[in-house]
């Protein structure tokens, strides 16, 4: 009998581990954003790429005229990503937004990355590449998670619950 409860639990198991990974599978984002330098203006020509949990760059980019940086139906393969911007001026210094600075978000739904964690402090373009670039342009909005949930926590939730209801029911009914 017990085996016959062991067997019950361990097929249980196996659905939800590949429920589990079905559902995070499906699971695409779009991020948008703003590139700036260290007085506020538009840095175009930025490079832009999203790094997941594991470290690995699953896009990258480049920023529009106005900044502007745009990923659609990225998959990450993990919960959180984070944006990582750098940009190299025409005399070929490159100045990036260290790692550590970037913060993580949901990589569900639409988010929006505040300047603060693609602001270049350290670059301040000269004259004329400020006048090329043209006028400032205000900061895009606040950081915001998506409102909607992530499929793999539903799926870990429904996985714990029916696991936690056949191990009630095998037990009383020995």
């Given at each position: 009998?017990?085996?016959?409860?062991?067997?019950?639990?361990?097929v249980l198991c196996f659905?939800?581990?590949?429920?589990?990974?079905?559902?995070?599978?499906?699971?695409?984002?779009?991020?948008?954003?703003?590139?700036?330098?260290?007085?506020?203006?538009?840095?175009?020509?930025?490079?832009?790429?999203?790094?997941?949990?594991?470290?690995?760059?699953?896009?990258?980019?480049?920023?529009?005229?106005?900044?502007?940086?745009?990923?659609?139906?990225?998959?990450?393969?993990?919960?959180?990503?984070?944006?990582?911007?750098?940009?190299?001026?025409?005399?070929?210094?490159?100045?990036?937004?260290?790692?550590?600075?970037?913060?993580?978000?949901?990589?569900?739904?639409?988010?929006?990355?505040?300047?603060?964690?693609?602001?270049?402090?350290?670059?301040?373009?000269?004259?004329?590449?400020?006048?090329?670039?043209?006028?400032?342009?205000?900061?895009?909005?606040?950081?915001?998670?998506?409102?909607?949930?992530?499929?793999?926590?539903?799926?870990?939730?429904?996985?714990?619950?029916?696991?936690?209801?056949?191990?009630?029911l095998l037990r009383n009914?020995?």
């Amino acid at each position: 009998m017990r085996f016959r409860c062991l067997l019950i639990l361990g097929v249980l198991c196996f659905f939800i581990v590949v429920f589990t990974f079905t559902a995070e599978a499906q699971v695409t984002f779009n991020v948008s954003g703003r590139v700036i330098d260290g007085d506020g203006d538009p840095v175009q020509g930025a490079n832009v790429a999203i790094e997941n949990m594991g470290f690995k760059t699953v896009a990258s980019t480049q920023t529009d005229a106005n900044g502007d940086f745009t990923f659609t139906n990225v998959y990450a393969g993990t919960s959180v990503a984070k944006v990582l911007t750098t940009y190299t001026d025409k005399n070929g210094t490159t100045y990036n937004v260290p790692p550590e600075f970037s913060q993580w978000f949901s990589t569900v739904g639409d988010v929006n990355i505040n300047t603060r964690n693609t602001m270049l402090t350290e670059y301040r373009p000269s004259v004329s590449e400020a006048q090329a670039i043209g006028p400032a342009i205000a900061p895009v909005g606040s950081f915001t998670f998506p409102a909607n949930g992530s499929a793999l926590a539903v799926a870990l939730l429904l996985g714990i619950l029916l696991l936690a209801g056949t191990y009630w029911l095998l037990r009383n009914a020995l």
